[in-house]
């Protein structure tokens, strides 16, 4: 992600779009920014080296978050210890603001945590793990 560049005198971002104005370089940058202004946000020496091409991709909605955070789950073996609502929670609320899959994952990464302890004492991991998120979705 570019954005994570961006310096006071933004040297890194000028090498790094520099290199294939070079004469028979044959490389090519190819930037991915949390935001939509980020020509704006550099020096006009890197803003002359930015194509003007955008690709704009929508934030993920519910049922795309659900699916996402679904499958990751299923493939860390560890589906079985969030419950379906736990999962209704965190994408909604994910869904509600940044759509950012990245959120979703952290809040049910907290959950999973917190369902792997709970296993262990006698209130239930799902008891546990629903309370986790709830209360991860509130502070977010």
Known sequence: EIDV????????????FEWPMRPGSRFAVIGVSNTHD????????IQSRLASAKLAFAPY??????????????????????????????VAKV????????RALELLRRTVEIAEQASKAPQTAAARAAAAVAGAAASA
């Open 95 to 102: 869904a509600g603001s940044t759509g950012d899959v990245r």
């Open 38 to 45: 980020l020509d704006e946000r550099v020096l006009p020496r």
């Open 61 to 90: 909605n519910r049922e795309q978050l659900t699916a996402i955070v679904t499958q990751r789950l299923e493939s860390a073996g560890v589906l079985h210890l969030v419950e379906p609502y736990a999962i209704q929670i965190a």
């Open 5 to 16: 560049l961006i310096t006071k005198d933004q040297g890194v971002l000028y090498n790094l």
